[in-house]
């Protein structure tokens, strides 16, 4: 993560690092979330790998979901070549806040306690309780060139390979490059002539929503749609006309009430033939979810652009939020009222002018 929290180690974790001989240390943020501590309700002496994850287990299930760092010792404190596995326990369900903080804190701790005390098979992103266990420290540690991968990591580096691709085509597009070929079987390709691209497929029906809007001439359509993993493609979740800006939340709630916390895609038509794209990542979601739906939205937003943008409609508002009661629609409500006076006064014969400016002395 290139963020950094600007949280260090204490002295005090520095000093016990130092010393640190067998057993394990875990390691957490302080309370005022300025420094890095030992966690001093945690005690171990054990020289054995399998009984330090036992105890490391039972400790970290009493606090879950909150995340921790821990270190422990695979030599015997008799030996001068210290050998440390490093763990980053940070589970899906832990308080945002909180995943990142620990997130963006880890290569920190690792620089000030010494890169080199940590090979990259000893270094691991552990999310679940079952994974602090021996048979699962054995089988990541088997992991060699690539380095123990969690699914979370998995998931980030496919969808990371996924961007990049995304990324060097358009760039090869805008240049007439037309020596990149390359696709992926999950990647579905805009025919729009600005060449967005998805990494998803739109299935039918939400795709003639999308085609329907340069002919709707109501304001207050709002289409509410999904990226469905397990299918690979975008879908639709609702379509309700109507929509004023006062009810756009309570609208987009409803709509997704039977579903599990998940992030969603919005688009909703404000005011005449002016569109606002809604992307809403609520705290409860997942990390997978998370990282699908945020490296896909610009490839969504070009696609839609391509279909709807033109001299008379357009997208031109684009709206991130968290959980869906962070959506503010002063903004959507201004720019009706703006509208409606227009409107008004094209109705009554009035027009206004610019002022000239000033004469040239």
Known sequence: MSTQSGIVSSEELLDAFKNFKSGALVIKVSSDNTQLIVDEEFQSTE??????????????????????????????????????????????????????????????????????????????????LDELSFDNFKRSSEVQEDGPLTHEEKTLKEVNSLQGLSLAESSARRNNDTAYKKKLASMHESSSSNGGVLMFSVDSKLESEFRALSQNHDNGKLIIFGINLENEGMELISETTGVNSSSLVSNLNSAIETRSVHPLFALYNYSTNRFAFIYSCPSGSKVK?????????QGLINHLRGITDSDELSIDKILEIGDLDELEVKELESSQNEDKDKASNTRNGLKFTKPKGPRRR
């Open 47 to 128: 020289t054995d790998t399998s009984k330090i994850l036992i105890e490391l287990n039972k400790y970290v299930s009493g606090i879950y979901p909150h995340p921790v760092y821990t270190i422990f010792s695979l030599s015997s404190p008799s030996n001068s070549n210290a050998d440390y596995a490093f763990i980053s326990f940070i589970p899906d369900v832990a308080p945002i806040r909180e995943k990142m903080l620990y997130a963006s804190t880890k290569n920190t701790l690792l620089t000030q306690l010494g890169s080199n005390n940590f090979s990259k098979s000893r270094t691991f992103a552990w999310t679940e």
């Open 289 to 297: 979810d998370r990282m699908v739906y945020a490296s896909n939205k």
